[in-house]
């Protein structure tokens, strides 16, 4: 069954590093979507992306955060300039599209800012 | 805005009890989808079940049953004769259709179930 993947699994960082998060969706999807999880919070939504640019975004994506689609697989996820409360689980989702797909979930990237 | 409710923080069973986990949501539009995923200790989110606005008919997949009441904007999850492999922490969100939304989902804060053998 196909799967969403991301790598690493867990990055440990210095705070003002740049760290970049990869993501490969599933392969006939089309909406991409990154969310973060601070430990024992809830689920937050940060970006969605559809045909190669993003199509809404919330509050925590600001300018220290940028995403790509690099090539036809990969979805990436920078942080310019990590700061300490950036640690947290990143979690990548795809779906094939519209309102009424579901959106399935890489296993996560545990970043950790020192 | 929308905005979902899990009361319940913790759970605590022991295995073959039944647990409902208790989900409430709040949005304007009329039609929306409702989702459970299930997060097991090692971190992945798993999606369960989703749900739109105009069907209320609940839904059994083998120990597990939802509860979709939109007059009182609940979405509840029951499992069956729990198992210890049940323990995880338990999402419910919900995504609407209106505006400039592209999917995004609003999770509730989660419900962590412990079961016990």
């Known amino acids: 069954e196909p799967e969403v993947t991301q790598t690493p699994s867990h990055q440990v960082t210095q705070m003002g590093q740049e760290v970049i998060l990869r993501c490969v969706p599933i392969?006939?999807?089309?909406?991409f979507y990154w969310y973060r999880q601070i430990l024992g919070q809830k689920v937050e939504f940060l970006v969605s992306?559809?045909?190669?640019?993003?199509?809404?975004k919330s509050e925590i994506f600001d300018d220290q955060f940028s995403v790509e689609r690099p090539d036809g697989s990969n979805f990436t996820l920078k942080i310019r300039s990590t700061k300490l409360e950036d640690s947290a689980m990143y979690f990548c989702?795809?779906?094939?599209?519209?309102?009424?797909?579901?959106?399935?979930f890489g296993p996560g990237t545990r970043l950790l800012v020192l | 805005a929308q905005k979902v409710t899990q009361a319940q923080t913790e759970i605590s069973v022991v295995e073959k009890e039944d647990v409902t986990l208790d989900c409430v949501y709040e949005?304007?539009?009329?039609?929306?989808?409702l989702f459970w995923y299930k997060q097991p200790p090692s971190g992945e989110l798993v999606f369960l079940i989703r749900?739109?606005?105009?069907?209320?008919q609940n839904e059994i997949s083998g120990r597990y049953s939802w509860n979709f009441q939109k007059s009182t904007s609940s979405f509840n999850f029951t499992i069956t004769a729990s198992q210890v492999v049940d323990s995880a922490v338990y999402f419910c969100?919900?995504?609407?259709?209106?505006?400039?939304?592209?999917?995004?989902?609003?999770f509730g804060q989660g419900t962590i179930l412990t079961v016990h053998p």
């Open positions: 989702a795809s779906s094939t599209g519209g309102l009424w797909e579901t959106q399935y």
């Open positions: 392969s006939n999807h089309l909406y």
């Open positions: 992306f559809y045909n190669n640019e993003i199509s809404e």
């Open positions: 949005t304007r539009d009329t039609t929306y989808y």
């Open positions: 749900r739109n606005s105009f069907d209320e």
């Open positions: 969100a919900l995504r609407d259709a209106g505006g400039t939304s592209y999917g995004k989902l609003t």
